[in-house]
């Protein structure tokens, strides 16, 4: 099971990108969990130093932007195809 982690303090461009982590999650049929990091050591301690960032079990893919949501469903095959 796949973590997805979206960091930031919750404005707009942080739920967008939480919404496209969601969805392309559920496209790509693989199992995991879409989390919200919002406090900001935990921001922090990720090495996001611009929001909204990305990780994909553990591993930072994005900071600073949002993503395509076709970049984010190639992460997370890409993600999964490792943990296989």
Do not use: H, Y
Not at 15 to 21: F, P, Q, S, T, V
Not at 32 to 48: C, M, N, W, Y
Not at 58 to 82: D, F, H, K, M, N
Request: charged share 20%.
């Amino acid at each position: 099971m796949l973590t997805i982690k979206v960091f930031g303090p919750g404005c707009a461009n942080c739920r967008k990108l939480e919404e496209i982590a969601t969805k392309a999650l559920a496209e790509t049929g693989v199992p995991g969990e879409v989390l919200k990091v919002t406090d900001t050591p935990g921001i922090v301690a990720a090495g996001v130093l611009k929001t909204p960032g990305l990780s994909i079990n553990g591993r930072l893919v994005a900071t600073g932007r949002i993503p395509a949501p076709e970049s984010v469903a190639q992460w997370i095959r890409e993600a999964r195809a490792a943990t296989n």
